[in-house]
């Protein structure tokens, strides 16, 4: 029993050692000093359950680790909301979660700790749980920086679309003609300058994209009233909504892109070294894409044949789906837990690994283009632009809807 004891001291002596705070983590390209011992996050710590010799074992020998509260939350909603980037806070790592049981007979070995189902959810869910503020994006070489629409300066390329999306901000004929009686008829207030002519044989398109759209703002409803996380709205409306908007055209396809990581070639480099990893967990929702035509494929596939497979893409990810077609328009979305802040800068970083993506693909000087970005929470939908300020990357919200 003597012996039992012992390895089950050693047990548990192995188990504390797995709880080091990871406060004592070093930034990158600092050695620890081995002179600190351990400091133990007592308040982050489950409590080992009791073994089979608890009543062999004297309770006043026993050490109990303080517990700590129970917590049955979800991992949605055990989401930390602190930010390793402000300025008064001491930057900590991502907190783990383990849970173990102990063993009922004595080990030859120590045992490893195999990772739990709340680890590997936690990590699944690392884009969700790692909210950073939009100063984040100033520490970026090429800073992405949000403006007020009155300092935006429009770019040549984007001139007319500008002009339109501008006059559709202030109601100019925006809706069909057919679906003016409709509309009318729910009691909605409806200015005559906002219906458009087309011709007859368009109608019925009109009404059914009307019966699409009806049918999505009651899934909205119902999703709002539930409070439903973001995967539902992504799923139930956000995701058909780009579709029924996308259905004129047969080039564009929207493409869900929630795992479709940053290729490390292309993610942008930090002013100063950091121990936080901003990018890996920063992924986009969903992607507007653009079918090339046939020579321009040719060209795209010649290019990227060259080039190594961390790199084999004309997007900043290499993500089978949209390594040939461009992603044009890339969008974020939220519920009303969200984030606003985090949105900003998941589009932010976006944005920068894909302006990196564009300066690896030019063989001239030539000016990147403006991009488009969209951002929507629940019913509303922001529409911005990001174009190149040469030393810093900047966008603005020019539509919100």
């Known amino acids: 029993m003597t012996d039992y004891n012992t390895k089950l ?130 520490l970026l070489q090429k800073p992405v920086k949000f403006i007020p629409m009155d300092e935006l300066t429009v770019e040549e390329n984007i001139q007319k679309t500008f002009n339109r999306i501008f006059d559709i901000s202030y109601g100019d004929k925006f809706i069909p003609n057919a679906v003016e009686k409709e509309i009318r008829a729910s009691g909605q207030r409806a200015m005559s300058g906002w219906f458009f002519e087309h011709s007859d044989d368009k109608t019925a398109y009109y009404m059914e994209e009307l019966a699409a759209l009806l049918k999505i703002k009651d899934a909205a409803r119902y999703l709002e009233r539930g409070g439903a996380h973001e995967s539902a709205w992504n799923l139930d409306i956000h995701g058909p909504l780009l579709e029924l908007a996308l259905k004129p055209f047969k080039s564009l396809k929207r493409e869900l892109l929630t795992h479709a990581r940053i290729s490390p070639p292309f993610i942008p480099e930090l002013r100063t070294d950091s121990f936080y990893d901003i990018i890996s967990s920063k992924m986009i929702d969903f992607g507007i894409t653009v079918q090339p035509s046939a020579s321009t494929a040719q060209h795209i596939s010649k290019v990227l044949n060259a080039v190594p497979h961390n790199k084999h893409s004309i997007n900043p990810t290499t993500y089978n789906l949209v390594r040939y077609n461009p992603i044009a328009v890339p969008i974020e979305t939220k519920n009303t837990t969200g984030h606003m802040e985090e949105a900003r800068v998941q589009l932010g970083l976006w944005v920068a690994a894909w302006h990196k993506r564009m300066n690896a693909l030019r063989t001239n000087n030539e000016h990147i283009i403006t991009l488009p970005l969209i951002m929507a929470v629940e019913h509303e939908w922001k529409l911005l632009f990001a174009y190149d300020g040469e030393t810093t990357i900047v966008s603005t919200t020019l539509l919100v809807v």
């Open 9 to 138: 001291s050693e047990y548990i002596d192995g188990w504390l050692n797995t709880f080091i705070a990871d406060t004592s983590t070093p930034f990158r390209g600092q050695k620890r000093d081995a002179s600190l011992s351990p400091i133990l996050n007592w308040n982050d710590m489950p409590t080992p359950p009791p073994s089979d010799m608890t009543q062999e074992t004297p309770r006043k020998s026993r050490r109990r680790s303080p517990k700590r509260p129970r917590q049955d939350a979800t991992p949605e909603e055990n989401t930390s909301q602190e930010t390793p980037f402000d300025d008064n806070q001491t930057p900590t790592g991502p907190a783990r979660t383990l849970r173990m049981a102990m063993p009922s007979r004595p080990f030859s070995n120590p045992p490893s700790l195999p990772p739990s189902s709340s680890t590997s959810q936690s990590s699944n869910r690392s884009r969700s749980t790692s909210p950073v503020k939009r100063s984040t994006l100033e």
